[in-house]
């Protein structure tokens, strides 16, 4: 069941800062509902390779597709680390998988992660924030302005697409075994608002995040501390005129105020610039691993 639609305005901080899901709450339900559906007998059962999935999403009353890539040389019971992949507004759980001849898959495969990429709902779900374009870091009015105006129907499909991402995560765990320690996030544009919202706001999962081309962060009422320590690889283009000078300008704050960022560009636009980032997101995710071995 939804959380009851609430008045933007007078909400608090918490509020504000996305929907009105309790990320605590959300990864208890979110569990429970990862073990009623395991069927360790059903022969797709820890399935390798590239996966097209499906669940039901009890709140949507509706089936959930998912894409999942599981790495053919996976040993069957060694540990994995994990990239979830949000995708861009008017996207799915495909096309960014699928895209530059399946390099997302490819990287999975050389690296040794299992690559998970939910819909979030809908192609416009946005993963549970409203801030879309023009709410980029740095227009703290036109955020609150955004904020305000979301209609309760609103605010229930952006609990539904937070809702998803949550639960398809939760399946995959149940089902494999999932390093916890190596779990990472990445999405670009609308999924690089994703990152920064779900990253800040279920930060236990996490052992880096990376944000791409989107940076849909106010400042005020963002919590910061939850990704004080985190690893962030932030990459943007330098032909993404309408979010450009807002990533630079939240690089620079962020390492000014010590966080653990590392901020690159590429001579891309905004959606020419994925390939070009996607490897070395990849290595850097990895490289983390081995930090935390250490």
């Not at 996966?51 to 949507?60: D, E, G, V």
């Not at 040993?75 to 895209?99: C, K, T």
């Not at 765990?173 to 544009?189: C, D, L, Q, T």
């Amino acid at each position: 069941m939804l959380s009851p639609a609430v008045d933007r305005a007078n909400a608090s901080d918490k509020i504000k800062y996305g929907c009105a899901i309790n990320a605590k709450d959300q990864i208890v339900e979110s569990r429970a509902l990862a073990k009623s559906l395991a069927n360790p007998d059903n022969n797709q059962w820890q399935a390798k390779g590239d996966l097209h999935r499906k669940y039901h999403l009890p709140a949507a009353n509706a089936d959930m597709p998912y894409r999942l890539y599981v790495p053919v040389s996976w040993d069957g019971h060694s540990q994995l680390p994990m990239v979830v992949f949000l995708h861009g507004a008017m996207s799915d759980e495909n096309r960014y998988i699928d895209a530059n001849e399946r390099q997302m898959i490819n990287l999975a495969e050389q690296y040794g992660f299992i690559l998970l990429s939910p819909l979030g709902h809908t192609p416009l779900g946005a993963y549970g924030t409203p801030l879309r374009l023009p709410a980029v870091f740095g227009k703290p009015d036109v955020a609150a302005k955004q904020r305000d105006s979301v209609t309760p129907e609103e605010e229930n499909k952006l609990q539904l697409s937070e809702k998803d991402v949550i639960n398809v995560i939760e399946i995959v765990i149940n089902e494999y075994p999932v390093k916890r320690s190596a779990i990472f996030m990445a999405g670009h544009s609308m999924g690089s608002g994703g990152t920064w919202y779900l990253g800040a706001k279920y930060y236990q999962y996490w052992a880096a995040i990376a944000p791409m081309s989107g940076p849909f962060v106010d400042e005020t009422n963002y919590p910061w501390d939850n990704i004080r320590k985190m690893p962030v690889f932030m990459t943007e283009g330098t032909g993404a005129t309408p979010s450009l000078a807002a990533s630079r300008a939240m690089s620079t704050w962020m390492k000014e105020k010590g966080f653990n960022l590392v901020y690159k560009e590429v001579d891309a636009d905004h959606g020419g610039m994925i390939p070009l980032v996607l490897p070395g997101i990849f290595t850097y995710f990895k490289e983390q691993i081995s930090t935390n071995a250490k």
